[in-house]
């Protein structure tokens, strides 16, 4: 069956032998995916995909052609702007969060100069077979992680695998919809995923302090039931120190084959990571280095005694406060805790770090409430993020 929104073109233009060549390579069935613009098409978007097949060497192999074809792309980023700070959102790229610092300063947040762009040649297509790719910024996936591809049946290789990756290509890079803007605050909405049968509304609000709130809502579009969580997640820059307000926490397993455990140190009240007083002598032989020089790639699961992660950057003197909650309340008497989803804790940072600075990074992370939803029905969650010139929030509001 063809994806919706189709157009075959004669690839022969294309002069796409060469990337025949490369299928010949493998014997076993792969996805291509290449960025290509034509003079003169239409200025919609085209989607193509073919089921090639060769013959080589007495055998026979099959590979997946999907093309993307576009103009150029305007309109991608909306700005938010008040009390001095600046939020980017880029609609076009997953409706993520691309840029938060002060006016004419640096980025507080880690995105690919790809998302910073108001005009591209081409934007990602997503479908059931789009790669993941690392443009950063701050973005929402649906949890649990375990739960990835397994309710589904377009792409049986991604059902079947134990990696459980990557997260919901339409969530990552579907193109949302703006429904209101103004210059404090943007209300988006994105379309109904073919993996998750998932919309998302995101709303971002900026305030006369320079707060600003990333609420998300989801709404399911399937038969039957699904449990969720909202997962929000901001990348930051490898050179920072995150302090976490909360204990490390023992989990039965990691969310996927690769994961190991991330290396910290408990300091006051916080727990912390600080790549720079790593040394080759002091990584544990189970991290090890790889040959680009990696210290360190692993996460931290934590019991959270607030919802408070940081991010400081000692160079600009500004921390980077995530909030988030912790706790309901019902009946204005019991304090509820939000429990974890299978795999995954509350409060989460995957540490990413290598010798090349530029490389490296965290993602702070956090998880809602895991909520049970029949067609129609929504589940909510929101982060706040603000700017403080300090050393730390945290450790200074104590």
């Given at each position: 069956?063809?994806?919706?929104?189709?157009?075959?073109?004669?690839?022969?233009?294309?002069?796409?032998?060469?990337?025949?060549?490369?299928?010949?390579?493998?014997?076993?069935?792969?996805?291509?995916?290449?960025?290509?613009?034509?003079?003169?098409?239409?200025?919609?978007?085209?989607?193509?995909?073919?089921?090639?097949?060769?013959?080589?060497?007495?055998?026979?192999?099959?590979?997946?052609?999907?093309?993307?074809?576009?103009?150029?792309?305007?309109?991608?980023?909306?700005?938010?702007?008040?009390?001095?700070?600046?939020?980017?959102?880029?609609?076009?790229?997953?409706?993520?969060?691309?840029?938060?610092?002060?006016?004419?300063?640096?980025?507080?947040?880690?995105?690919?100069?790809?998302?910073?762009?108001?005009?591209?040649e081409?934007?990602?297509?997503?479908?059931?077979?789009?790669?993941?790719?690392?443009?950063?910024?701050?973005?929402?996936?649906?949890?649990?992680?375990?739960?990835?591809?397994?309710?589904?049946?377009?792409?049986?290789?991604?059902?079947?695998?134990?990696?459980?990756?990557?997260?919901?290509?339409?969530?990552?890079?579907?193109?949302?919809?703006?429904?209101?803007?103004?210059?404090?605050?943007?209300?988006?909405?994105?379309?109904?995923?073919?993996?998750s049968?998932?919309?998302?509304?995101k709303?971002?609000?900026?305030?006369?302090?320079?707060?600003?709130?990333?609420?998300?809502?989801?709404?399911?579009?399937?038969?039957?039931?699904?449990?969720?969580?909202?997962?929000?997640?901001v990348?930051?820059?490898?050179?920072?120190?995150v302090?976490?307000?909360?204990?490390?926490?023992?989990?039965?397993?990691?969310?996927?084959?690769?994961?190991?455990?991330?290396?910290?140190?408990?300091?006051g009240?916080?727990?912390?990571?600080?790549?720079?007083?790593?040394?080759?002598?002091?990584?544990?032989?189970?991290?090890?280095?790889?040959e680009?020089?990696?210290?360190?790639?692993?996460?931290?699961?934590?019991?959270?005694?607030?919802?408070?992660?940081?991010?400081?950057?000692?160079?600009?003197?500004?921390?980077?406060?995530?909030?988030?909650?912790?706790?309901?309340n019902?009946?204005?008497?019991?304090?509820?805790?939000?429990y974890?989803?299978?795999?995954?804790?509350?409060?989460e940072?995957?540490?990413?770090?290598?010798?090349?600075?530029?490389?490296?990074?965290?993602?702070?992370?956090?998880?809602?409430?895991?909520?049970t939803?029949?067609?129609?029905?929504?589940?909510?969650?929101?982060?706040?993020?603000?700017?403080?010139?300090?050393?730390?929030?945290?450790v200074?509001?104590?």
């Amino acid at each position: 069956m063809k994806p919706a929104h189709t157009t075959v073109v004669n690839l022969w233009l294309l002069s796409i032998e060469c990337f025949a060549f490369d299928f010949l390579l493998y014997p076993t069935p792969l996805f291509y995916s290449h960025d290509v613009c034509f003079y003169g098409i239409p200025s919609e978007k085209i989607n193509i995909r073919l089921l090639k097949k060769y013959k080589f060497r007495g055998k026979l192999y099959f590979c997946n052609l999907y093309i993307q074809i576009c103009t150029k792309m305007g309109g991608r980023i909306v700005k938010l702007k008040s009390a001095g700070v600046e939020a980017l959102i880029n609609v076009n790229v997953g409706g993520r969060l691309v840029f938060f610092g002060r006016e004419g300063g640096e980025n507080m947040i880690k995105s690919d100069k790809f998302l910073l762009k108001e005009t591209v040649e081409s934007e990602i297509i997503p479908d059931a077979f789009t790669d993941f790719v690392q443009f950063y910024g701050q973005e929402v996936w649906i949890g649990p992680q375990t739960q990835w591809w397994k309710h589904q049946t377009i792409n049986m290789e991604r059902r079947n695998s134990p990696i459980n990756w990557p997260p919901d290509p339409y969530v990552s890079f579907g193109r949302f919809e703006v429904v209101e803007k103004s210059d404090t605050k943007l209300v988006i909405q994105g379309c109904v995923s073919e993996v998750s049968n998932i919309s998302l509304r995101k709303i971002f609000t900026l305030n006369d302090k320079g707060l600003l709130d990333c609420a998300v809502e989801a709404t399911y579009h399937g038969d039957g039931e699904t449990t969720i969580d909202l997962w929000n997640i901001v990348r930051v820059s490898g050179e920072n120190v995150v302090r976490i307000c909360g204990d490390l926490k023992e989990i039965d397993g990691p969310t996927h084959p690769f994961e190991k455990k991330a290396i910290g140190k408990k300091v006051g009240i916080v727990y912390t990571f600080c790549p720079d007083e790593m040394s080759e002598d002091s990584v544990p032989p189970e991290i090890g280095w790889g040959e680009d020089g990696q210290v360190h790639s692993g996460k931290f699961h934590m019991n959270m005694w607030a919802g408070i992660i940081e991010s400081y950057n000692e160079r600009l003197g500004d921390v980077l406060v995530m909030c988030f909650p912790i706790s309901e309340n019902l009946d204005n008497e019991t304090n509820v805790s939000i429990y974890p989803t299978e795999g995954h804790s509350l409060g989460e940072v995957y540490c990413y770090h290598t010798l090349d600075k530029e490389k490296s990074m965290y993602e702070l992370e956090c998880h809602g409430k895991a909520v049970t939803l029949k067609k129609g029905d929504t589940a909510s969650t929101s982060i706040s993020l603000i700017l403080h010139h300090s050393s730390s929030f945290v450790v200074n509001n104590d």
